[in-house]
T-cell receptor
């Protein structure tokens, strides 16, 4: 089955700097890679996703890149703001509708 | 209008008891899930139902029994609760063909504490 590894587990960046979170997956059949943000005490919510036929996708300050050959994908947040502080999860899904999550990255934005 | 709602939000109970968590979605989705989030925030899939039929059953103890009376509801019953069952349980739903359409819609979570 699919296995998703996520690094780092904790990340602290100065407000205004960029943050990068990296994930790898094991199942070459996986074709959909969403990222979820979970604020303290709240539910996870989708912030961006990418499909296997695309190498990069951007939405304002967040971008995701995918390297299918290496089986890794990354989340980039630029110009970080205090409200970006949260736990971020990468995930991978293949055609069997099973979404497997990474273990999460706790992002702290320092003032 | 809450898209995916679960009750109760908080549940505190003694070891050995039996408890249920209910989930309902009004999005018209075919597929519903239960995820367990432990104290380290790891989100692990437990079950998935598609149109009332079980399609994913991860290695979850038999003490956990999901029930889907219709495609808008997926309830979770837990027998003989153990300390290790303490976690936040998230219900979620998705439209058909997750890999094609994308998003998992999560409920607010039910925090279960076993004493």
């Amino acid at each position: 089955g699919e296995n998703v590894e996520q690094h780092p587990s904790t990340l602290s960046v100065q407000e205004g700097d960029s943050a990068v979170i990296k994930c790898t997956y094991s199942d070459s059949a996986s074709n959909y890679f969403p990222w979820y943000k979970q604020e303290l005490g709240k539910r996870p919510q989708l912030i961006i996703d990418i499909r296997s036929n695309v190498g990069e996708k951007k939405d304002q300050r967040i971008a995701v890149t995918l390297n299918k050959t290496a089986k890794h994908f990354s989340l980039h947040i630029t110009e970080t703001q205090p409200e970006d502080s949260a736990v971020y999860f990468c995930a991978a899904s293949s055609s069997d509708d099973k979404i497997i999550f990474g273990k999460g990255t706790r992002l702290h934005i320092l003032p | 209008d809450t898209a995916v709602s679960q009750t109760p939000k908080y549940l505190v109970t003694q070891m050995g008891n039996d408890k249920s968590i209910k989930c309902e979605q009004n999005l018209g989705h075919d597929t519903m899930y239960w995820y367990k989030q432990d104290s380290k925030k790891f989100l692990k899939i437990m079950f998935s139902y598609n149109n009332k039929e079980l399609i994913i059953n991860e290695t979850v103890p038999n003490r956990f029994s999901p029930k889907s009376p219709d495609k808008a509801h997926l309830n979770l019953h837990i027998n003989s609760l153990e300390l290790g069952d303490s976690a936040v349980y998230f219900c979620a739903s998705s439209p058909p063909g997750l890999a094609n359409t994308g998003e998992l819609f999560f409920g607010e979570g039910s925090r279960l504490t076993v004493l």
